[in-house]
């Protein structure tokens, strides 16, 4: 099993910045990648961002790329996802996930933390 605990959402306004972060804990060797999703309200959850952990080779959906950049702390087990150039679209719960090697999909999910970005 592992653990994950998102934190860093909040409230802020269009052109602003926010970093997420989230840590995980418990049987984190098998951690292939991790990744951060969204869901807004009445839509479905979309990817966001991701990077492997072995190697820190990262993606991005296009609608983030430029704005967001994945990066992440070994020592700590930790991924941060920063967001810069927010806009209100980007408003939605942020989830961290992580895939483990040899499964089809990820396998645990945070809680999910709430950005709100005004207009």
């Known amino acids: 099993q592992v653990q994950l605990v998102e934190s860093g959402g909040g409230l802020v306004q269009a052109g602003g910045s926010l970093r997420l972060s989230c840590a995980a804990s418990g049987r984190t060797f098998s951690t292939w990648r991790m990744g951060w999703f969204r869901q807004a309200p009445g839509k479905e959850r979309e990817f966001v961002a991701a990077?492997?952990?072995?190697?820190?080779?990262?993606s991005y959906a296009d609608s983030v790329k430029g704005r967001f950049t994945i990066s992440k702390d070994n020592a700590k087990t930790t991924v941060y996802l920063q967001m810069n150039s927010l806009k209100p679209e980007d408003t939605a719960v942020y989830y961290c996930?992580?895939?483990?090697?040899?499964?089809?999909?990820?396998?645990?999910w945070g809680q999910g933390t709430q950005v709100t970005v005004s207009s």
């Open positions: 990077i492997t952990w072995s190697t820190s080779t990262t």
């Open positions: 996930a992580v895939h483990e090697r040899g499964t089809p999909q990820y396998d645990y």
